[in-house]
């Protein structure tokens, strides 16, 4: 993955060739970016070098989903976004990717995001974990209405899951500002 100073790999991956094309003439400009109109040329496009990764969920023949399954048996080192005109469900909370935007995006969107991908890919997998929970969450909050949240565990469980990862970040933080603290008094002394 590339420092977020740096240009990134992006590949957008979108049936419809008008998007694709937009979305590649919109980060074309600050990043190499590629594009491919189906699942199974995603999976053919993607590869250690990609950074970054939109991916429409509801595309004809091998869908979003199942390339996101792809990309992560490989392995692969990529963040992953997923984009959809269609409101998430609550399949979401188990799905193995980092962000989720629904259409219509913006070029000010996309290029966000790419920033926040390079920068997530800084922390360590327990953040990186953390935020893609968090984003899940957000995404449910913004799409769904108090009743149908309070309806559902998966919701329950992707806030269980926020707080358990908040809660450990929070403990990490407090025992590297300790680890400070001593070095600190130490080589002061």
């Known amino acids: ?3 977020d100073s740096e240009t990134a790999t ?3 991956v979108d049936d419809e060739r008008d998007v694709a094309e937009l979305y590649t003439t919109w980060l ?3 990043h190499n970016v590629r ?3 189906s699942g199974e040329r995603a999976l053919e496009a993607v590869d250690e070098s990609v950074d970054v990764v939109f991916l429409d969920r509801q595309m004809p023949g091998m869908s979003g989903d199942d390339v996101l399954d792809g990309i992560r ?3 692969l080192d990529c963040r992953v976004v997923m984009v959809t005109a269609v409101d998430p469900g609550f399949d979401i909370v188990e799905m193995p990717f980092d962000d989720y935007l629904t259409k219509p995006v913006t070029r ?3 290029h966000e ?3 926040e991908m390079l920068a997530r890919d800084t922390y360590d ?3 990186q974990q953390y935020f893609a929970m968090a984003s899940k969450k957000a995404t449910l909050e913004a799409e769904k209405n108090a009743a149908e949240l309070d309806d559902h565990d998966e919701y329950h469980e992707v806030t269980r899951r926020v707080n358990s990862l908040k809660q450990a970040a929070d403990q990490t933080i407090g025992e590297i500002q300790d680890f400070e603290a001593a070095f600190s008094d130490f080589s002061g002394s």
Do not use: C, I, K, P
């Open 1 to 3: 993955m590339t420092a």
């Open 10 to 12: 992006v590949l957008v």
């Open 28 to 30: 074309g400009m600050r």
């Open 35 to 37: 594009s491919a109109n």
């Open 73 to 75: 048996e490989r392995d």
């Open 108 to 110: 000010a969107d996309l």
């Open 113 to 115: 995001t790419v920033e």
């Open 125 to 127: 997998d327990q953040m």
